[in-house]
């Protein structure tokens, strides 16, 4: 795979990243339920083996339980083989696990101290704000002084470099006031394409790093879920209550899927392989975080970082995603 720059920064990244928010296990309100921390560590391995180099984490995957593990998988890989991490702050939890959103200085810097500790190094690669807020209901007056303190951070050199999750424009620009984030990280897939009209523009105009995430909606889209996959989902698993494995985009999905099948079995892909493709095909778009449990999977989403869909192919897609929004 030929590596991107990201954004303002030195740092040249693979077009896939391993997404560790799944390695986190279940137990807690944004879990994918129980998983088992050695397959969790092969993947990681696995991944970097094959090419991929970086990692993407957050404290809240787990409840620190994604950090810890991804921290096991460095020290297994060693310093020869290390990948870029990428962690974030502002989600917190309390002791009845919790979880709420803080972008208050002093909350960030504690939330920085125990993510270097969990993952075992003296400096972060990528340090991400995580949610502007966590919920519409929540107020944003804190995105300067949270993002003031990743740029204190910087200075300080605990953190290398610093980005956003899921800002909109309006609050890239205060943040920008400061100083220009390195990257910013929205959700994009076939099914959820709002980003394209302005984020996406503005952070190509900018400079700013674009690393998409659920690139194959949180599994829909990778052609290995099944109506009776879904229906077996443990209680700990989010997708059990998500709106995206309901009806009417449950099937609208489920097609695109089949869509994508078609596709990768022309070029020896898999569905997930097109899926991830597809959001890379922009120039805008610097690399997809794909959320990886298992070595094997590893196997059924590396060609995505050097697949390019032809135009005819492309045409194909649209045509399918048109038909699914009328649903």
């Not at 070029?267 to 392989?273: D, N, P, T, V």
């Amino acid at each position: 795979m030929k590596t991107r720059k990201l954004g303002n920064s030195d740092l040249e990244i693979t077009p896939i990243g391993f997404g560790a928010w799944a390695i986190g296990g279940g137990d807690y309100a944004f879990g994918w339920g129980p998983q088992d921390d050695a397959e969790s560590i092969a993947a990681m391995e696995h991944a970097v083996d094959s090419g991929i180099n970086w990692i993407d984490t957050a404290p809240v995957y787990g409840l620190g339980h994604s950090e810890t593990i991804v921290a096991q998988a460095l020290q297994n890989l060693g310093s020869s083989r290390r990948p870029y991490v990428f962690t974030k702050c502002s989600l917190v939890w309390d002791e009845s696990r919790e979880v709420t959103h803080n972008l208050k200085s002093a909350s960030i810097r504690r939330e920085a101290e125990e993510s270097l500790s969990r993952l075992g190094t003296d400096v972060i690669d990528l340090y991400q704000i995580h949610w502007a807020r966590f919920s519409p209901e929540l107020p944003d007056d804190d995105v300067e002084e949270g993002w003031q303190t990743l740029v204190d951070l910087k200075k300080e050199g605990k953190l290398r470099n610093i980005g956003v999750s899921n800002f909109n424009v309006a609050q890239l620009e205060r943040a920008s006031a400061i100083e220009v984030p390195t990257s910013l990280q929205p959700p994009y897939s076939a099914m959820r394409r709002d980003i394209e009209k302005e984020i996406l523009p503005y952070c190509e105009k900018n400079n700013i790093g674009t690393i998409v995430y659920s690139p194959m909606q949180s599994g829909l889209l990778s052609g290995k879920m099944t109506r009776e996959r879904i229906a077996a989902f443990p209680h700990d698993d989010f997708r059990s209550r998500s709106a995206e494995y309901k009806e009417p985009k449950l099937t609208a999905s489920l097609e695109l899927a089949d869509r994508f099948a078609d596709i990768g079995s022309r070029h020896g892909l898999s569905a997930a392989e097109v899926a991830i493709a597809w959001t890379l095909r922009l120039p805008s778009v610097t690399a997809a975080i794909v959320g990886i449990r298992n070595a094997k999977q590893v196997d059924g989403i590396i060609g995505a970082g050097s697949f390019r869909l032809s135009d005819t192919e492309l045409a194909e897609i649209e045509g399918q995603i048109g038909a699914a929004a009328k649903v």
